[in-house]
């Protein structure tokens, strides 16, 4: 059972990688067009003002994860009555809540951005055109939610390849028609993102109802699991407030007290960082189901058994793709984008450092969702999550420059890994808080300071040069790789590496 579960989180790891890949080489390439297309002052609107829409997108976060937990428990419990009531009532929800989004985006929402923004007054027009598009798009992702769900919870992660290179394709075509097309740039770009956005809406609903035989809607009053539901997800609405606050909240206060210049510069940075993120992601991705999956069949060492490899590999993962970025950042934003918004490197910097932390969170929170009891985690996060702003404002209005606004993001993470951690050992007390903080936590960040260390002097040796970043990112990857092979792995994983390579060897012979 144990071999067959870590082979199919292998594979859709792989599969997840593949999708990863592709995202990567499209997006860098779509957001430098768009950027130097755009100007850095439109850039920056779109940034601000999707912003907006994004904050009410905690309201869908919470959906998010009360229809993946709800979906993967009853797969784990062979429930399949219930799973198809479970299917039908979290689309009902959902249609309700996109229409209580469309609501307050439109009254509170639509106030604020028209009267509140710092945006030059020959761009609101525009900038008003983009807000719709956004409230659009987000709608459509929050009614998207159950069927993706079904996707996670199967492990059908080829789903998730093949419509990414449709995905991949229909944005090309967007940088494509931005750059002919003879209207405004700025309401171009946010009218197509939302089309795309429509299409691949389209095909996830295909591609659930052909494979997933619960996946058939039908109105289904079931009082009782549509209270259980609604009961998980308020409490994670409580939660994700504060995840969706700090990050679009953090936007706004730049915006307070710079120009948008400032916020495409954040734009860039938390872009770069949501890609090199999907890195350790998709792994966790494809872990997820299984801790929920073993929790719900009664393995709970074994569910944490894979929540403590979760948050060693998945930072591992992201570890290697953040040395090389770390040592060359500068010349790899000015070969990316040519020209560098103000910031930038300082607000990427901060922003990959504190992903380093949150990377191990995500195996934490899927346990704590897989017992159903997340009352007191999501008020306690939501609190800490929140912290952030105040300090922020404060940091900015006492004349701190605008990359300095991150530094409390890295200090609640910190406190946001150990209050998660905290709640899920009262909740299953087998866990070890002892373990966890020094053999895991604590190890992880001292591997990442001798990669870091051993990076720099390595890269202290080459000059400034297309191949100096080539050479040195490589040497970079492999001696972090390397480092955590010696150091970050058990006796007994190294074993299973061993035997793996040499297999490999012996098949090719």
């Not at 009360?66 to 929800?93: H, M, Y």
């Not at 090389?324 to 918004?341: A, C, H, Q, S």
Request: proline content about 2%; glycine content about 4%.
């Amino acid at each position: 059972m144990a071999t067959s579960s870590n082979k199919r989180i292998a594979k859709n790891t792989l599969l997840l990688y593949f999708r990863m890949l592709l995202t990567i080489a499209v997006g860098l390439y779509t957001s430098r067009v768009v950027l130097n297309t755009l100007g850095v002052s439109d850039y920056g609107i779109y940034n601000v003002v999707g912003g907006i829409v994004s904050m009410l997108a905690f309201l869908n976060s919470a959906m998010v994860a009360a229809s993946q937990r709800f979906i993967s428990f009853e797969l784990g419990t062979d429930d399949s009555e219930r799973l198809k009531k479970v299917f039908c009532t979290s689309v009902s929800i959902h249609i309700v809540l996109a229409l209580i989004i469309f609501l307050i985006a439109e009254t509170l929402g639509l106030w604020f951005v028209n009267t509140h923004l710092n945006i030059p007054a020959e761009r609101m027009g525009a900038a008003n055109w983009v807000y719709q598009c956004s409230i659009l798009t987000l709608m459509l992702t929050v009614v998207s939610v159950p069927y993706n769900s079904c996707i996670v919870a199967h492990e059908h992660m080829k789903a998730f390849a093949y419509v990414s290179i449709l995905e991949a394709v229909l944005k090309l075509l967007v940088v494509y028609l931005l750059l002919v097309g003879a209207v405004d740039k700025l309401v171009l770009y946010a009218i197509l993102v939302a089309a795309v956005a429509f299409v691949i809406r389209i095909i996830y609903g295909i591609y659930c109802k052909r494979y997933f035989e619960e996946c058939t809607y039908r109105f289904v009053l079931d009082r009782k699991l549509f209270k259980e539901m609604f009961a998980f997800a308020g409490w994670s609405v409580i939660g994700n407030l504060g995840f969706s606050m700090k990050d679009q909240g953090s936007n706004i206060i730049l915006n307070l007290f710079f120009d948008t210049a400032v916020n495409a510069a954040r734009g860039i940075a938390m872009q770069v960082n949501g890609i090199i993120s999907n890195f350790s992601n998709n792994f966790t991705m494809a872990l997820n189901p299984q801790i929920t999956k073993q929790y719900a069949a009664g393995g709970t060492k074994a569910s944490m058994e894979l929540v403590y490899l979760g948050c060693r590999f998945s930072f591992f993962l992201l570890l290697m793709i953040v040395i090389p970025v770390f040592i060359n950042m500068d010349y790899l934003l000015r070969l990316w984008l040519k020209t560098v918004p103000q910031y930038t490197p300082q607000f990427l910097m901060l922003a990959l450092i504190a992903a380093l932390v949150n990377v191990m969170v995500s195996p934490v929170v899927t346990a704590l969702q897989a017992t159903g009891n997340i009352k007191v985690f999501q008020i306690v996060i939501c609190v800490i999550m929140l912290c952030e702003l105040p300090l922020a404002y404060l940091i900015l209005a006492c004349g701190g420059s605008p990359y300095q606004a991150m530094y409390p993001a890295v200090l609640v993470s910190f406190i946001g890994l150990f209050a998660r951690f905290l709640i899920l050992k009262k909740l299953i007390p087998t866990y070890r808080l002892r373990f966890f903080t020094f053999s895991i936590v604590l190890k992880n960040l001292f591997i990442a300071a001798v990669c870091l260390v051993t990076a720099s002097y390595i890269k202290s040796m080459f000059d400034i040069s297309f191949l100096s970043f080539v050479i040195t990112s490589l040497i970079a990857c492999s001696s972090t790789g390397l480092i955590i092979y010696l150091v970050g792995i058990t006796n007994q994983e190294r074993w299973a590496i061993n035997k793996r390579i040499k297999n490999r060897i012996l098949k090719i012979r």
